[in-house]
């Protein structure tokens, strides 16, 4: 079970909109920036998002971030059936000690 | 451009040790924190350990606290994990990764299998 919650599974059409939410507490997203990692099948993770809303050069502007509180929105325009991947959000923890935290991972489905 | 290399990974025994490295180009390897992370067969990324950019500060999961250590050479640029007492839930794809915003760049992983 991960201090950072997100739903298990998303789906949507091409060229639908979808969300993905990553729910955690005052200790973590709250006072931490947020960043978001798509891995597809069979490779390594890719960070998609950073310090809440930034993108990385080349992650297109279809991929967007935002931070309300103590929750995370991925959110992800025009999908592409090559957007089909594992999507996970991290922070920092500052609770005792700094720990790094990953959410469960939502799988995305372009149907 | 930012190349990380992970190495090290095998079948080992529960109970024994391994050490993996990861060999960082590309970039200057002393200015940067580094990650050790997991991830089982089929299961979710698990952040495992952390190293400061100059080595002075590391932090751990409770899951590997005590058992695995990080460290890393700043002649040879490569980041370590020793892993003692290993268990059968150890067995994980390990990816090193740099942090800068967040954990920034990832390498391919190398696969530790715990089985007897």
């Known amino acids: 079970q991960s201090v950072l919650t997100q739903p298990p599974s998303v789906s949507a059409a091409p060229g639908q909109k979808v969300t993905i939410s990553c729910s955690g507490s005052s200790s973590n997203i709250g006072i931490n920036y947020v960043s978001w990692y798509q891995q597809l099948p069979g490779t390594a993770p890719k960070l998609l998002i950073y310090?809440?809303?930034k993108r990385p050069s080349g992650i297109p502007e279809r991929f967007s971030g935002s931070k309300s509180g103590t929750s995370a929105t991925l959110g992800i325009t025009g999908l592409q059936t090559g957007d089909e991947a594992d999507y996970y959000c991290?922070?920092?923890?500052?609770?005792?000690?700094?720990?790094?935290?990953f959410g469960g991972g939502t799988k995305l489905t372009v149907l | 451009q930012v190349q990380l290399v992970e190495s090290g990974g095998g079948v080992v025994q529960p109970g024994r040790s391994l050490r993996l490295s990861c060999a960082a180009s590309?970039?200057?390897?002393?200015?940067?924190?580094m990650h050790w992370v997991r991830q089982a067969p089929g299961k979710g990324l698990e952040w495992v350990a952390f190293i400061s950019n100059d080595g002075s500060n590391k932090n751990y999961a409770d899951s590997v606290k005590g058992r695995f250590t990080i460290s890393r050479d700043k002649f040879n640029n490569t980041l370590h994990l020793q892993m003692n007492s290993l268990r059968a839930e150890d067995t994980a794809m390990y990816y090193c990764?740099?942090?800068?915003?967040?954990?920034?760049?990832w390498g391919q992983g190398t696969l530790v299998t715990v089985s007897s």
């Open positions: 991290g922070t920092w923890d500052t609770s005792l000690s700094a720990l790094w935290l």
């Open positions: 310090d809440n809303n």
């Open positions: 590309g970039f200057s390897f002393s200015n940067y924190g």
């Open positions: 990764a740099r942090e800068k915003y967040g954990i920034e760049y």
